[in-house]
C-alpha cells in the first residue's frame, strides 16, 4: 500500500521519499506549565541582560565621569561618559544583524546562550577595569570595548528571547505571554537601581568611588550562570522546529526531482538511440515544450520552485530587506517613542536630578526605583489587554500619553519634593509600557518564520541607534545649552509624533498565524497592509509555491 509521502513525492515509484512540505502537521500547542518554565526562562535571561545594560547607563550618569574622564567640566565628562554608552547602541544593530541570521538559521535558544555569556562576562570584566588615575587613556578605551560587546549581545539577545516565547505561546494570548520578557527591562533596571542604591546609601561618596561601583559589575558573574542554568533547560521553538522540517523536506523533493528526471532524461536518450535525441528532447523542453513546466510546482511559483533548478533560498537578511522592508521601517518608526521615552525617564533624570536641581543622587535613583516596579507589574497589563483590543490601539495610547506627559513629568522634577518626583517618572513608564508590552508580539507577528529572528532584531536594534543611543546625550546636550527642560519635552514630542506615523501606515496582526505570516503571495514575506488570513488561495500548486518560502 501506498503511503502518503507517495502521492506527494514527485516520483510515483519512490517509496522511501520523505514526507512533502504541504504534508506537515502544523506545530502542537504547548503545554502551559511547559509555556510558564519558557516564559521564565526567556524573563531571568533578559532581566540579566537588562540589569548588565542599564547598570552601564547609571554608572555612566554617577561616576564614570569622574572615574574615566577626569579633568572635565561636570556636564562634559556626563557627555563623555554617555558616548561609550551610546556606543553599546551602535554595535546592537550588527549584534542584529549576525544574532538574526544564525538564529533563522540554526535556531533562537543556541543564540540566547551565547548573548548571555557575552553580555555576562563583558559586565563582569567591566567590574575589574582600571580607571583613568590609574593606566592613563587606557581606560577609556577598554571601557569602550567592553561596552561594545555589551550593545553586540543585546542586540542579539531583545529578538531571540521574545520569538522564543512567541512562538511557543497560545496565539489568543500571545501579547501577555510574549510581554513577560518586556519586563526584563524594568526588572534589570530595578535590579541595577537597586543595587545602586544600596551602594550609595551604605558607602560614602569616596568609597563608592573608589571601590564600590565595582560591586554591581561582579555581581553580574553570578547572575550569569543562573540565567545560564534556567535557559538550556528548555525547548527549541516548535514554530521554528515545524519550519525547518518544511525546508528538510523541500529539499528531499528538490533532490527526488532531480533524480527523477535525470532517470527519464537517461530513458529518453536510450529510446530515441543516441545523445543526440535526448539532447533535442532536453532543449524542446527548455523552450517551453509540454514538459517544460514538469519541475514547476505552479504557475506562479518562479524563484521558490521545487524542482532540480529551484534556486537556493534568499538568506534571512536579503530575505527581510526584499520582502519585509516597509514591516522594517514600522517596526523602527514604532520604536522612535518608546526608545527615547525611556532613557530620557530613567537615565537622563539621574543627570536632570543631580546636575540642574542639585539633588543627591540617591533621591533619583529612587525615585526610578520606585517606578520601575510599577513599570513591572504594568507591562504584562498592557500586554493582556492587546490581546483584546489589537496591537496598534495599545501602542497608539502609550505613544500619545508619553508624548503629552513629558511637560508635566519635568514640572513635578523641578518641584524638588521626592513624592512628586516618583509620580512623574511612575506615570512616565507606565505609558511606556502601553508602548513596550505589545511590541514583542506586534514585531513578531510582522515577519515569515525563516527570517522572523533578522526581521524583529534589525527592525528593533536599527531604531535604537538614532533613538536610544543619542536620547541621553541630546537631552544633556539641550540641558547644557537652554538650562531648561523646554526644548528635552519638544525632543520627546517629536518623537511620539514619528511613532504615530508609522502606526498609522500599519495594520493590525493581533490575528496572525505565525506560521503562516508571508505565505499570501508566495514571495518569503507578507505586503504590507495584507492580514495573514487573507489571500489564502487553493489548489495544491499554489499552496506548494507559498510553503516553500517557508524555512
Known amino acids: 500500500m501506498a503511503s502518503p509521502s507517495d502521492s506527494a513525492s514527485p516520483s510515483p515509484s519512490s517509496s522511501s521519499s520523505p514526507p512533502s512540505s504541504s504534508s506537515l502537521k502544523p506545530p502542537a500547542a504547548t503545554e502551559p506549565r511547559s509555556l510558564r518554565r519558557i516564559v521564565a526562562a526567556s524573563l531571568v535571561g533578559t532581566t540579566i541582560e537588562w540589569y548588565d545594560f542599564f547598570l552601564y547607563g547609571s554608572a555612566a550618569a554617577l561616576v564614570f565621569n569622574k572615574l574615566f574622564f577626569p579633568g572635565s567640566e561636570p556636564l562634559v565628562g556626563t557627555l563623555l561618559s554617555f558616548l561609550t554608552y551610546a556606543v553599546g547602541f551602535a554595535a546592537r544593530p550588527v549584534g542584529a544583524l549576525v544574532f538574526g541570521h544564525y538564529g533563522d538559521r540554526i535556531g533562537r535558544k543556541k543564540l540566547l546562550v551565547i548573548s548571555l555569556l557575552m553580555m555576562g562576562g563583558a559586565t563582569f570584566a567591566i567590574g575589574l577595569l582600571p580607571t583613568h588615575a590609574t593606566v592613563g587613556a587606557l581606560a577609556p578605551v577598554l571601557l569602550t570595548t ?36 518586556q519586563t526584563g527591562a524594568p526588572a534589570g533596571q530595578l535590579l541595577a537601581t537597586g543595587v545602586l542604591a544600596a551602594l550609595t546609601a551604605l558607602l560614602s561618596d569616596a568609597a563608592f568611588e573608589s571601590w564600590g561601583w565595582r560591586v554591581p559589575f561582579l555581581l553580574s558573574g553570578a547572575l550569569v550562570g543562573l540565567g545560564l542554568w534556567i535557559r ?8 521554528f522546529k515545524e519550519a525547518q522540517a518544511r525546508a528538510a523536506a523541500r529539499e528531499a523533493e528538490r533532490k527526488a526531482s532531480i533524480e527523477t528526471a535525470s532517470a527519464e532524461t537517461a530513458s529518453a536518450g536510450a529510446a530515441s538511440g543516441g545523445a543526440a535525441s ?12 509540454p514538459d517544460a513546466g514538469a519541475d514547476a510546482v505552479g504557475p506562479d511559483a518562479g524563484a521558490h520552485a521545487v524542482g532540480p533548478d529551484a534556486p537556493a533560498e534568499e538568506r534571512p537578511l536579503v530575505a527581510v530587506l526584499r520582502h519585509h522592508w516597509r514591516d522594517v521601517l514600522v517596526a523602527m518608526g514604532a520604536r522612535m517613542a518608546e526608545n527615547i521615552s525611556f532613557y530620557v525617564l530613567t537615565a537622563f533624570i539621574l543627570v536632570y536630578t543631580t546636575e540642574h536641581l542639585g539633588l543627591s543622587q540617591q533621591t533619583g535613583l529612587n525615585a526610578v526605583l520606585i517606578a520601575s516596579a510599577v513599570h513591572f507589574t504594568a507591562i504584562p497589563l498592557w500586554g493582556a489587554l492587546s490581546d483584546r483590543v489589537g496591537r496598534r490601539p495599545v501602542y497608539l495610547l502609550g505613544a500619545v500619553g508619553v508624548g503629552a506627559w513629558i511637560f508635566p513629568f519635568f514640572a513635578l522634577l523641578d518641584t524638588g519634593r521626592f513624592g512628586l518626583m516618583a509620580l512623574a517618572v511612575t506615570v512616565g513608564l507606565v505609558l511606556h509600557g502601553a508602548m513596550y508590552a505589545p511590541q514583542a508580539a506586534f514585531f513578531s507577528e510582522l515577519f515569515a518564520t525563516r527570517m522572523r529572528y533578522s526581521g524583529a532584531s534589525i527592525g528593533a536594534q536599527f531604531s535604537s541607534v538614532a533613538a536610544g543611543a543619542p536620547a541621553p546625550m541630546i537631552a544633556t ?4 545649552e537652554y538650562d531648561s527642560s523646554t526644548t528635552i519635552s519638544l525632543y ?9 506615523v508609522a502606526l498609522a501606515c500599519a495594520t493590525e496582526t493581533r490575528h496572525r498565524d505565525l506560521t503562516t505570516v508571508g505565505e499570501e503571495h508566495g514571495d518569503g514575506g507578507e505586503r504590507a497592509g495584507v492580514p495573514a488570513s487573507a489571500g489564502a ?3 495544491s500548486g499554489a499552496e506548494r509555491a507559498r510553503e516553500s518560502v517557508e524555512p
Do not use: N
Open 477 to 480: 546636550a539641550l540641558l547644557a
Open 146 to 181: 567592553l561596552r561594545l560587546v555589551q550593545g553586540f549581545a543585546l542586540g542579539g539577545e531583545w529578538g531571540g528571547a521574545v520569538l522564543l516565547v512567541s512562538e511557543h505561546g497560545d496565539a489568543r494570548r500571545r501579547g501577555f505571554w510574549a510581554s513577560w520578557p
Open 232 to 239: 538550556l533547560a528548555v525547548d527549541e521553538s516548535p514554530v
Open 537 to 539: 488561495g487553493s489548489g
Open 492 to 500: 520627546v514630542i517629536g518623537a511620539a509624533l514619528l511613532t504615530v
Open 278 to 289: 535526448a539532447g533535442a528532447a532536453s532543449g524542446g523542453a527548455a523552450s517551453g515544450g
